[in-house]
């Protein structure tokens, strides 16, 4: 065989390598999902469309219709949240969507999910919309906890989950996330 045919020859064999090895890359690609893609294929989530597709328009009265808690100057779909709460004491698996409204009436949305065989809640939190943010903050985000609660602190009664323990010394810790602020 020639020089110039062995080189043609493993020419073509690292082509056919590369192809090889892309292939199987995009087949694992294809098979390797987000977390937040398993979070709403969840079937617990089905009654609600991916927080990631909703629309930039979507208002606190499309949120009242598609059954949220919405918390504002007026609560709405209270017993949605009873039900969760229920849910969760009774150890069954459970979602929340809550809405509310920024200080500069900017939505912000809440995907809240409880697994029971894991004793985890999973929050998606929607920032897209708050414009009181800086651009590369208006986010989609998806955080874990352990707990849930609510907790009385300055004379108001807040809706949180948090790891670890929760008083006030570490309220405003990284550990504590503060969901609304119920009364």
């Known amino acids: 065989m020639t020089n110039f045919k062995r080189t043609i020859l493993i020419?073509?064999?690292?082509?056919?390598?590369?192809?090889?090895v892309l292939e199987v890359v995009t087949i694992l690609n294809k098979n390797t999902k987000s977390e937040?893609?398993?979070?709403?294929?969840?079937?617990?989530?089905?009654?609600?469309?991916?927080?990631?597709?909703?629309?930039?328009?979507?208002?606190v009265y499309n949120a009242q219709v598609d059954k949220c808690f919405v918390v504002g100057a007026m609560v709405h779909n209270?017993?949605?949240?009873?039900?969760?709460?229920?849910?969760?004491?009774?150890e069954r698996d459970s979602f929340l969507r809550i809405v509310c409204n920024t200080k500069?009436?900017?939505?912000?949305?809440?995907?809240?999910?409880y697994k029971n065989n894991t004793k985890e809640f999973k929050l998606v939190s929607d920032y897209t919309r708050d414009t009181s943010k800086k651009e590369e903050d208006r986010i989609i985000k998806l955080s874990k906890y352990k707990n849930i609660s609510e907790?009385?602190?300055?004379?108001?009664?807040?809706?949180?989950?948090?790891?670890?323990i929760l008083n006030d010394e570490n309220f405003n810790s990284e550990n504590v996330f503060k969901l609304v602020k119920l009364y």
Not at 11 to 20: A, E, H, R, S, Y
Not at 37 to 57: A, C, P, Q
């Open 11 to 20: 020419i073509l064999m690292i082509i056919i390598m590369v192809i090889v």
């Open 36 to 59: 937040l893609d398993i979070f709403y294929d969840d079937e617990i989530t089905n009654e609600y469309e991916d927080i990631r597709n909703l629309s930039k328009e979507y208002n």
């Open 78 to 90: 209270e017993y949605i949240y009873g039900e969760f709460l229920e849910d969760y004491k009774k």
């Open 104 to 113: 500069n009436n900017d939505l912000i949305i809440f995907d809240i999910m």
């Open 151 to 164: 907790y009385e602190y300055k004379g108001y009664t807040y809706l949180v989950l948090y790891n670890g």
